[in-house]
């Protein structure tokens, strides 16, 4: 089956409120839509979340890379889906969320094409996974009231961001710890330096909060200053924005420099590259996390189906439809609390255009 | 769909002329036949090569994991194909032939069920691929006249086996290379110290033999060794026997201790293992070559479909089938002299029952 077209328009979704982490602020996900045409009408649905400070990606760049990359797609055969990623990607360098967003609807329309759901294109392990939720930064008052309300809502997990001032931060992670009886996650979007992050995740520790993990703690760059904070660290330590690529992921389990390596669909370029990591990863007994950025449920579903079908990931953070205000398609996954469920999709990733958003993509 | 029932049967091949490497010699090939039936009457088929003193697999044994392992499959979906393997591997460990051979036979079912060839659902990335062809331990005399024929049938590429006397294996690679205009990979098959493995590929360099490649030339487990051969040798260094699994490859990896990592499915256990080894092998800029035992066109199909499919193969050593006196299944894939093509496969790895071959599985 060949591919007709491709069509890509910016998406902006307004926050339920500001999402503030050590790296920025942000009200609006300036997402970017991808459909994927196929000769028979089917549509393959890619969605990339801009993230700049992260993965140089914005939405302006994000739909000139896909309109610079796309053409060489018309007239290709969906079925050959590794050399079409191959070719696309022998075009242009870097640009990982542009890449990923071109990825996923390939392989969503590709799944569809041979007639089945992505997770089970990948494996089919499980039909349903349970993420974590994310607090960014705020008050200690806020912090707690909001956790209060997501453990209402069936969540067991938190993740804290911090790594903006280590006693506010302290403070909101303890008032969340009080607030609830759930296990918590910190990230620090590379905010300590090695010293400060060692001392705060003992001091949580000592404190006696039910933390399980620190992610990201010093610069992305610092892969000595994160194996200092591995060893001297009594939570296992994750990498995010250390590791975008398998090479990457090599690399910092070469030096045992974290215990986690938290992959993201947006950084690594897509799932290709994504499988690529765990396997790296399972090869060198480091364990692994997904993450998102702020997609909605068109982005984080390849990665819902990513997670079910391997079944890889002890630590699963695909929160970011939480924070929209609405979500402009409809469909990719299932949300019962903290379950995200796959087991009703039947092709692809299950997205639907909706008739109900205010925002038309 | 589900499961029916797995069939396991000896199959006895008897081998054109005795093949003969540095750890023995064999004249038939006593393989087993896997069968995976689905309630809709889909057969998948798997083939383990013997191989005891490289896998730990032989004949007996295969047969006897096979069934062991085997009535849990009964019922289960094949849409989950990695929940599948993954319980299998729960149940025992090592036999990674027996994994193999069942691993081939779901994944033949699995892309039979949802209707497309193996190498399709890797990637598509070629439909056809051309491998090299094996001279066996013989004299000089011999290895030259063989090596005369296979030129004439199209074959540019010759594997020379080494490993079990310097002077009489330096004395067939010269005769191979004044007879033929080939280019030659050596295979020592672990049969050579380092300092022996330094000074032979030196030799033959320094001879001006057109040689590409030097495979496992010392002790698997001699890792420090492999790397002085590396560091040692003009030409790339491979590794065989030495890596099973990815973890494996991530050890050899880190270690830099080759430049090539030789695949096979009868040691890793199966194709998904194997894209694990592609990935470490590619995230730490190794190159890749895929081998066999002594498989029929039913075992070595799947390795023809990972190497088309993915297309991460430098070095291609597929011929085992070349070496039988029949085949007892027909199809997998179609041979124009040194080509293997899977262009014409529908489904699945194209397998299909023969009424002309005098062996009955």
Redesign the interface.
């Known amino acids: 089956m060949k591919i007709k077209s491709v069509e890509v328009v910016p998406l902006n979704i307004p926050l339920k409120e500001p999402f503030i982490i050590a790296l920025g602020k942000c009200d609006v996900a300036k997402n970017v839509l991808i459909k994927i045409h196929l000769e028979d009408g089917t549509i393959g649905y890619g969605e990339v979340s801009s993230s700049g400070v992260i993965t140089g990606d914005v939405q302006s760049t994000v739909i000139d890379v896909v309109k610079y990359l796309t053409p060489v797609l018309a007239g290709e055969?969906i079925?050959?889906?590794?050399?079409l990623?191959?070719k696309l990607r022998s075009i242009i360098k870097f640009h990982p969320g542009a890449f990923a967003g071109i990825e996923n609807a390939l392989l969503d329309a590709y799944t569809q094409y041979?007639?089945?759901p992505l997770y089970?294109f990948?494996?089919?392990?499980?039909d349903e996974i349970e993420s974590d939720i994310t607090i960014s930064i705020t008050t200690p008052e806020k912090a707690a009231q909001t956790a209060q309300e997501y453990s209402k809502k069936g969540f067991k997990v938190l993740k804290i961001k911090v790594g903006k001032d280590f006693k506010e931060d302290f403070e909101r992670v303890m008032a969340v710890s009080e607030a609830v009886d759930c296990e918590i996650r910190i990230d620090a979007n590379q905010g300590y330096n090695p010293k400060e992050a060692v001392k705060f995740i003992n001091s949580v520790w000592d404190a006696g909060v039910n933390v399980t993990l620190f992610e990201q703690p010093v610069h992305c760059q610092n892969i000595k200053g994160l194996k200092y904070v591995t060893d001297n660290s009594p939570v296992p330590v994750a990498a995010d924005e250390t590791v975008f690529?398998?090479?990457d992921?090599?690399n910092i389990?070469?030096e045992r420099a974290v215990d986690v390596i938290n992959i993201k669909l947006a950084k690594c370029g897509g799932v290709?590259e994504a499988?690529?990591?765990?396997?790296?990863a399972?090869?060198?007994?480091l364990d692994l996390m997904i993450g998102c950025m702020l997609e909605s449920n068109v982005g984080l579903s390849p990665s819902v189906h990513l997670a079910c079908?391997?079944?890889e990931f002890s630590y699963i953070d695909l929160d970011s439809h939480v924070f929209l205000k609405e979500l402009p398609l409809s469909g990719g996954f299932e949300v019962d609390g903290q379950k995200l469920i796959v087991k009703n999709i039947k092709e692809g990733i299950g997205i639907k255009e909706s008739t109900q958003s205010s925002i038309k993509p």
């Open positions: 055969s079925e050959n889906y590794r050399y990623i191959k041979i007639g089945i089970k990948l494996g089919g392990m499980r690529t398998a090479t992921a090599f389990a070469r290709l499988l690529d990591i765990i396997a790296v399972k090869a060198s007994g079908g391997t079944g």
